[in-house]
């Protein structure tokens, strides 16, 4: 691997809060962390970030100079030892529950290449050196493969002594799918190679039903929940005094009273000095009910159900039982590997900064986490982010989903159905378009407030995502929604149709801007040439459009530019003072306006439709030297390599005190009001990404690699986890937005329509990212000043190859 091509790794302080997602595409989560535990195991349907069961995989051998035993992890961060642990009791009270206490290897380090991550033990002065690596499959294009409940730990171990070891691999789960409070039987079950945690469902509780199979194929396992019935802490006491011993017990399960607490898998096998075994072990989850359910109304529109219907995630409809599914994984471990490897191996070649391949792989992490629910039918449901113990907001929330690219690109059929959703399910027939989907996914009765930025950005996805499949039968269904919607737009936020959005609009930062603004602004112009190059293409007419178009740019670059920057113009009347409001609130509406407004300020998303467009490969006509200038601005007003001396009275813990961010708006000239909108102060990585994409694009390549650097240093692994940016919540779906990254460093816009690939890359030399189509993906870049297009898996056909060779501005 080369040193430019280096993948995120963790030591010490930096592996603190390492916690890195295994699992599938709404199908759940346990994650490794920087230690070697199994941490924020998610696999009821929900997230559970808090929930660190009793679960360990431990080593014990024996050599002519003694034995031993070791949980096959690293020393357990410092801040465990008095986080209040939902299962624990209290702070104070000793982590009673946890594995905290046994004995382990005396370092680690941990290393991420997506989907895998590998963690390597410091032996010490111990005979064996010990790796774990946890995979779970990932597979572009393939979103079946990739949306599977399941995990693989591969342990290896190697005898570094001069003399043979007999080793005994193990590993032991209490059995944690047990539902507190729940009355229908729980257990767990030992057959053959593989012990299973279960709880079955009880008559009002059907979401109670659930399993968890831990398996291993490797020759002489023995499959054994016979723990130790007692109290206190006597089955734990048992289980490890067992362990340091070299004890086995025998196969199966009690055959007489209560069942077992847990079971354990038991891998015996002799090293000679110098050998190495790998042995895997499968892990599957299966929790086919559920009790998620958000909005109201029927699930069936034509009324046939009661209106009780609850999400049921893909795997459920595609396994029948536990048991398939865990022979499924089974038979397809060593395919789906070969395959996730073939991925994994193209993402770190790529020739990029470090900073954009960190970027762009730790944010892969957010498909596989409680961030993304798949239905039965095969349609995606976003929540925006994973709160401690639910999805963070949700309805694959129209504004937040402008920003993320990922999907698109790597899962192009999946990303389409969150159109047919917004387009064909969240709108009515006025083109009145909801921002935020119900789960199960069914039509609101509900009119709730549309979001401009969300319901126009709907409509430059939807030809981002054309271009991408080259599906003309898709965009002509599309097309009469797509119309509506715009429609619906135009004459709700500019019915004098005068080119901009003089009218009230909701956005993405929850409030709403009076009077026209750059933000909204170039999204609706990206909406309105979006729906003119659609409309040619279906053959319908586009001049509407295009005339308006037109004025859009001139609205832009001749009224709310400054000469440096974009703005808005507030304007209101009279509804701003309605509704329940304080007398205070009155009085600053009639001192200054309505409140959460950014007016001269220097809006960090203040040129995003011009963005969106770009990474579509949609041509706005906007002033190219006009945007430049105001990403300019942004960051050298935005920026601030230090936060010591900013005041963030909102949401502070994105970025604070010594942390350099990207701020996302300021008022460098004065008159800021006196109560800007509500998230003015706080830095989103996923703005971040978005603006240094931007940057980049537009020649700026140094000052896009420093906002992306400042926000990956903020997520070191000692204070936040790598793995999982937050905004909203966790692993925040708007951080998808550094997918762009990858565009903008080499300038790559592949039309499948026209089986064309444009190739303009931002710096000099060789450089070469991830290339992902419908039908398949490869590498595209420069190297040794030709440009190259190197398909990995399936067919990226390329017609004509269009390569504009860097050029340094003078």
């Given at each position: 691997?080369?040193?430019?091509?280096a993948p995120l790794a963790y030591a010490g302080?930096?592996?603190?809060?390492?916690?890195?997602?295994?699992?599938?595409?709404?199908?759940?989560?346990?994650?490794?962390?920087?230690?070697?535990?199994?941490?924020?195991?998610?696999?009821?349907?929900?997230?559970?970030?808090?929930?660190?069961?009793?679960?360990?995989?431990?080593?014990?051998?024996?050599?002519?100079?003694?034995?031993?035993?070791?949980?096959?992890?690293?020393?357990?961060?410092?801040?465990?030892?008095?986080?209040?642990?939902?299962?624990?009791?209290?702070?104070?009270?000793?982590?009673?529950?946890?594995?905290?206490?046994?004995?382990?290897?005396?370092?680690?380090?941990?290393?991420?290449?997506?989907?895998?991550?590998?963690?390597?033990?410091?032996?010490?002065?111990?005979?064996?050196?010990?790796?774990?690596?946890?995979?779970?499959?990932?597979?572009?294009?393939?979103?079946?493969?990739?949306?599977?409940?399941?995990?693989?730990?591969?342990?290896?171990?190697?005898?570094?002594?001069?003399?043979?070891?007999?080793?005994?691999?193990?590993?032991?789960?209490?059995?944690?799918?047990?539902v507190a409070g729940a009355t229908a039987p729980?257990?767990?079950?030992?057959?053959?190679?593989?012990?299973?945690?279960?709880?079955?469902?009880?008559?009002?509780?059907?979401?109670?039903?659930?399993?968890?199979?831990?398996?291993?194929?490797?020759?002489?396992?023995?499959?054994?929940?016979?723990?130790?019935?007692?109290?206190?802490?006597?089955?734990?006491?048992?289980?490890?005094?067992?362990?340091?011993?070299?004890?086995?017990?025998?196969?199966?399960?009690?055959?007489?009273?209560?069942?077992?607490?847990?079971?354990?898998?038991?891998?015996?096998?002799?090293?000679?000095?110098?050998?190495?075994?790998?042995?895997?072990?499968?892990?599957?989850?299966?929790?086919?009910?559920?009790?998620?359910?958000?909005?109201?109304?029927?699930?069936?529109?034509?009324?046939?159900?009661?209106?009780?219907?609850?999400?049921?995630?893909?795997?459920?409809?595609?396994?029948?039982?536990?048991?398939?599914?865990?022979?499924?994984?089974?038979?397809?471990?060593?395919?789906?590997?070969?395959?996730?490897?073939?991925f994994a191996t193209c993402l770190t070649d790529?020739?990029?900064?470090?900073?954009?391949?960190?970027?762009?792989?730790?944010?892969?992490?957010?498909?596989?986490?409680?961030?993304?629910?798949?239905?039965?039918?095969?349609?995606?449901?976003?929540?925006?982010?994973?709160?401690?113990?639910?999805?963070?907001?949700?309805?694959?929330?129209?504004?937040?989903?402008?920003?993320?690219?990922?999907?698109?690109?790597?899962?192009?059929?999946?990303?389409?159905?969150?159109?047919?959703?917004?387009?064909?399910?969240?709108?009515?027939?006025?083109?009145?378009?909801?921002?935020?989907?119900?789960?199960?996914?069914?039509?609101?009765?509900?009119?709730?407030?549309?979001?401009?930025?969300?319901?126009?950005?709907?409509?430059?996805?939807?030809?981002?995502?054309?271009?991408?499949?080259?599906?003309?039968?898709?965009?002509?269904?599309?097309?009469?929604?797509?119309?509506?919607?715009?429609?619906?737009?135009?004459?709700?936020?500019?019915?004098?149709?005068?080119?901009?959005?003089?009218?009230?609009?909701?956005?993405?930062?929850?409030?709403?801007?009076?009077?026209?603004?750059?933000?909204?602004?170039?999204?609706?112009?990206?909406?309105?040439?979006?729906?003119?190059?659609?409309?040619?293409?279906?053959?319908?007419?586009?001049?509407?459009?295009?005339?308006?178009?037109?004025?859009?740019?001139?609205?832009?670059?001749?009224?709310?530019?400054?000469?440096?920057?974009?703005?808005?113009?507030?304007?209101?009347?009279?509804?701003?003072?309605?509704?329940?409001?304080?007398?205070?609130?009155?009085?600053?509406?009639?001192?200054?306006?309505?409140?959460?407004?950014?007016?001269?300020?220097?809006?960090?998303?203040?040129?995003?439709?011009?963005?969106?467009?770009?990474?579509?490969?949609?041509?706005?006509?906007?002033?190219?030297?006009?945007?430049?200038?105001?990403?300019?601005?942004?960051?050298?007003?935005?920026?601030?390599?230090?936060?010591?001396?900013?005041?963030?009275?909102?949401?502070?813990?994105?970025?604070?005190?010594?942390?350099?961010?990207?701020?996302?708006?300021?008022?460098?000239?004065?008159?800021?009001?006196?109560?800007?909108?509500?998230?003015?102060?706080?830095?989103?990585?996923?703005?971040?990404?978005?603006?240094?994409?931007?940057?980049?694009?537009?020649?700026?390549?140094?000052?896009?690699?420093?906002?992306?650097?400042?926000?990956?240093?903020?997520?070191?692994?000692?204070?936040?986890?790598?793995?999982?940016?937050?905004?909203?919540?966790?692993?925040?779906?708007?951080?998808?937005?550094?997918?762009?990254?990858?565009?903008?460093?080499?300038?790559?816009?592949?039309?499948?329509?026209?089986?064309?690939?444009?190739?303009?890359?931002?710096?000099?030399?060789?450089?070469?990212?991830?290339?992902?189509?419908?039908?398949?993906?490869?590498?595209?870049?420069?190297?040794?000043?030709?440009?190259?297009?190197?398909?990995?898996?399936?067919?990226?056909?390329?017609?004509?190859?269009?390569?504009?060779?860097?050029?340094?501005?003078?």
């Amino acid at each position: 691997m080369r040193e430019d091509c280096a993948p995120l790794a963790y030591a010490g302080p930096t592996a603190e809060r390492v916690a890195f997602p295994l699992g599938g595409l709404g199908a759940g989560m346990v994650c490794l962390s920087g230690a070697g535990a199994l941490t924020a195991v998610s696999v009821r349907n929900a997230p559970a970030l808090l929930n660190e069961p009793f679960v360990f995989a431990a080593v014990r051998w024996s050599t002519a100079a003694g034995q031993g035993a070791r949980v096959l992890e690293g020393p357990t961060p410092g801040w465990k030892v008095t986080f209040p642990w939902p299962d624990s009791t209290g702070t104070g009270r000793g982590q009673q529950g946890k594995t905290f206490g046994l004995p382990r290897f005396p370092g680690a380090a941990f290393q991420a290449r997506f989907p895998f991550a590998t963690l390597t033990l410091d032996p010490g002065e111990g005979p064996l050196a010990c790796r774990v690596v946890g995979w779970s499959p990932f597979v572009p294009g393939d979103a079946d493969a990739s949306s599977l409940p399941v995990a693989g730990l591969e342990y290896e171990i190697e005898n570094r002594s001069p003399e043979p070891a007999e080793v005994i691999l193990s590993f032991h789960a209490r059995n944690f799918m047990r539902v507190a409070g729940a009355t229908a039987p729980a257990g767990v079950a030992a057959s053959g190679q593989a012990v299973t945690l279960w709880q079955s469902a009880g008559d009002d509780r059907p979401e109670d039903e659930g399993a968890f199979t831990i398996a291993c194929d490797a020759p002489g396992t023995v499959a054994s929940a016979r723990w130790f019935r007692g109290g206190w802490w006597d089955p734990v006491t048992d289980l490890w005094r067992g362990v340091a011993e070299g004890r086995i017990p025998p196969a199966g399960a009690h055959e007489e009273g209560a069942p077992s607490d847990g079971g354990s898998l038991y891998v015996p096998f002799v090293l000679a000095p110098g050998e190495r075994r790998r042995v895997g072990v499968r892990l599957s989850w299966y929790v086919p009910r559920t009790s998620l359910r958000r909005g109201g109304g029927p699930f069936d529109p034509e009324g046939r159900h009661d209106g009780t219907e609850t999400h049921v995630p893909w795997y459920a409809g595609r396994f029948q039982s536990r048991e398939a599914l865990a022979a499924f994984w089974a038979d397809n471990y060593d395919r789906l590997r070969r395959e996730s490897e073939a991925f994994a191996t193209c993402l770190t070649d790529q020739v990029l900064p470090p900073e954009v391949l960190e970027a762009v792989s730790a944010n892969l992490t957010i498909l596989k986490s409680p961030t993304v629910e798949r239905q039965a039918d095969g349609r995606i449901f976003m929540w925006e982010g994973c709160a401690d113990n639910e999805g963070s907001f949700e309805g694959s929330c129209t504004h937040v989903f402008n920003y993320a690219q990922s999907m698109a690109h790597l899962f192009p059929a999946l990303e389409r159905t969150l159109r047919e959703t917004e387009f064909f399910v969240n709108q009515d027939e006025t083109g009145h378009q909801n921002f935020r989907a119900q789960l199960p996914i069914r039509p609101n009765p509900r009119r709730a407030r549309p979001a401009a930025d969300g319901q126009l950005g709907g409509i430059v996805k939807a030809y981002r995502d054309w271009r991408i499949s080259g599906d003309d039968a898709w965009l002509t269904r599309l097309w009469p929604r797509v119309a509506a919607s715009l429609d619906y737009a135009i004459r709700t936020w500019d019915p004098g149709e005068e080119g901009w959005l003089t009218e009230p609009h909701h956005n993405t930062y929850d409030i709403e801007f009076w009077g026209p603004d750059g933000m909204a602004g170039t999204i609706y112009l990206a909406a309105l040439r979006a729906a003119a190059e659609i409309a040619e293409a279906v053959g319908a007419p586009a001049d509407r459009y295009r005339a308006l178009s037109e004025k859009a740019t001139a609205r832009l670059e001749g009224d709310l530019f400054n000469g440096e920057y974009f703005i808005q113009q507030v304007r209101w009347d009279e509804r701003a003072l309605e509704g329940r409001i304080s007398a205070e609130t009155r009085a600053s509406i009639e001192r200054e306006g309505p409140k959460y407004q950014y007016a001269g300020g220097c809006l960090s998303d203040g040129v995003v439709g011009e963005w969106m467009a770009r990474v579509s490969g949609l041509a706005t006509g906007l002033d190219g030297g006009k945007v430049a200038s105001h990403l300019r601005a942004v960051h050298r007003y935005n920026f601030r390599p230090s936060l010591r001396d900013h005041a963030n009275p909102q949401r502070p813990a994105y970025a604070l005190g010594d942390e350099a961010a990207l701020l996302l708006c300021s008022w460098p000239h004065g008159a800021a009001p006196h109560f800007p909108f509500v998230y003015s102060d706080e830095a989103w990585t996923g703005i971040e990404y978005q603006v240094a994409a931007h940057l980049i694009l537009c020649g700026e390549v140094d000052a896009g690699l420093e906002i992306v650097r400042a926000a990956r240093s903020r997520y070191d692994g000692r204070v936040r986890n790598p793995f999982s940016e937050f905004e909203w919540g966790h692993w925040y779906g708007r951080a998808m937005s550094s997918w762009s990254l990858l565009q903008a460093m080499t300038g790559q816009d592949y039309d499948a329509r026209r089986r064309q690939l444009t190739l303009a890359p931002a710096v000099p030399g060789d450089v070469s990212a991830l290339l992902a189509t419908e039908t398949g993906y490869g590498l595209v870049g420069v190297r040794d000043g030709e440009p190259f297009v190197q398909v990995r898996s399936g067919r990226i056909e390329v017609d004509t190859l269009d390569y504009r060779p860097f050029a340094r501005a003078s």
